[in-house]
């Protein structure tokens, strides 16, 4: 028995219909009337679907059916692209950058965690919400990821989902003695990572450079021995090699793992003072490094963390650049980069 939906079937706009026959096998007719008497026709609308469903199973979808969504980035911003500013001051530009989230970082890179402390948890949250803006994160590599459990209950009563710092341990380790050093690292985080638990809270280590994380390697191990969903990677693509390809199967291994993706790149680097022009080359659009890449891939494993495009300026402290309307500017000029970036993927 051969089962038709044709034109006089269905909605007298539609442009298609399926003819589906058994065994499995389906043409496109278009506007043609339909080579079965109505009498003899069988189909309905649930049969006409379960059809559809088991003859898509057994042909390839074509491609334009599987194209994925394309990645939208959960922009948040960091306080300390504007240094020592008031908090007062940052919070209203947070939605002009296209983000809804603060990361509030500490000294010597900002002071607005000290600024918190200061103006006292309810004032702060009523600053965030007169901005319909929440506390997406709080950096604190001062801590160390052995020091947060007051910063993980902080974290929860201000609704803030994540803390990123550090990892902790030797150096300059490779191949076992390095996936022993990471081994070693994660059980000593169990009883924090039990805290992160219970307040909700990810604890999300940065490959910084100099330190236990810092290389491909290391990442790949400490996301497979990883022990909790609680503990996860801020991945900066300034402290890897400028390598696309690499930085790319990077994103693509670790996978769930990444809980915030840095839009940061090497550039001249950020340890030396050199003109401002030089300085700036860090940020996304700016430096040689190609994003397209990166974004590729960040949108293949359907990537959800946040979003922070970075920089550090030379001193530490000040903002990236002299005013606050000029760093907004700058960060919607890296975010602009991106979604060029993404259009083309």
């Known amino acids: 028995m051969c089962h038709w939906l044709c034109q006089c079937c269905v909605d007298s706009n539609a442009k298609l219909y399926f003819a589906l026959a058994e065994p499995v096998a389906h043409t496109l007719v278009r506007n043609k009337e339909c080579p079965v008497p ?3 026709r069988t189909i309905d609308r649930r049969n006409f679907l379960s059809a559809t469903i088991a003859t898509a199973a057994a042909f390839s979808i074509p491609k334009f059916a599987l194209a994925a969504p394309k990645l939208k980035p959960k922009y948040i911003l ?3 692209m504007y240094g020592y500013t008031s908090v007062d001051e940052i919070v209203p530009e947070v939605a002009k950058v296209g983000a809804t ?5 500490p000294k010597v890179h900002g002071n607005q965690r000290e600024q918190l402390d200061e103006m006292g948890e309810e004032k702060f949250a009523a600053l965030l919400k007169k901005h319909d803006v929440t506390l997406g994160c709080i950096t604190q590599y001062k801590l160390g990821p052995f020091g947060l459990q007051n910063e993980m ?3 929860q009563r201000l609704g803030c989902r994540m803390v990123i710092c550090g990892g902790s341990g030797p150096k300059n380790l490779k191949g076992k003695e390095l996936k022993a050093a990471v081994g070693t690292f994660v059980e000593k985080l169990k009883p924090h990572l039990a805290v992160a638990e219970e307040t909700g809270v990810t604890i999300a280590i940065e490959n910084h450079g100099n330190n236990l994380i810092d290389s491909p390697d290391s990442l790949k191990w400490l996301a497979e021995l990883r022990t909790s969903e609680n503990l996860g990677i801020a991945f900066a693509p300034y402290h890897l090699e400028q390598d696309e390809k690499l930085q790319s199967d990077l994103i693509r291994t670790l996978g769930s793992s990444i809980a915030m993706f840095y839009a940061w790149q090497h550039g001249m680097g950020c340890h ?4 401002k022009e030089q300085e700036l080359l860090q940020m996304p659009g700016r430096g040689d490094l190609d994003f397209v890449p990166l974004l590729a891939a960040l949108q293949d494993i359907n990537y959800e963390g946040w979003t922070e495009i970075f920089m550090h300026p ?11 309307d000029k760093v907004t500017a700058e960060i919607n000029r890296s975010r602009e980069y991106i979604t060029r970036c993404l259009s083309s993927i």
Request: a positive charge; aromatic letters at 4%; charged letters at 25%.
């Open 78 to 80: 960091g306080s300390c």
């Open 272 to 275: 030396v003072k050199l003109p």
């Open 314 to 324: 030379v001193p530490r402290g000040i903002p990236i650049l002299d005013t606050t």
């Open 153 to 155: 209950r902080l974290a």
């Open 38 to 40: 109505h009498d003899k």
């Open 101 to 105: 989230a603060l990361d509030i970082w």
